[in-house]
């Protein structure tokens, strides 16, 4: 069986260090969660290329909603949202 993460949305709370809400503790989901975790540098580095060449090269009503979506994600990403 393929690993799965534990859905979202999920929520940094700040404390004693940070935790994130929403997790389960299925060892399944705990693989699934470690591999997402471990691949988000690399999701927004891609989401952050993808989101550049939007503003580059597409008219501003062009996926405007999907790049909305990417902008708000990055900056959830970087801490500048939550």
Known sequence: MAPTYTLGP???????????EQ???D????VGNISLISAAPD???ALEELHD???????PWYLHEHHLKAKSAIQK???EQR
């Open 77 to 79: 990403a970087k801490g």
């Open 53 to 59: 060449l939007l503003d580059e090269h597409l008219p």
């Open 27 to 30: 060892a399944n989901e705990d």
């Open 10 to 20: 999920w929520t940094v709370v700040p404390g004693h260090g940070y935790k994130i």
């Open 43 to 45: 999701l927004l580095e």
């Open 23 to 25: 997790w389960k503790g």
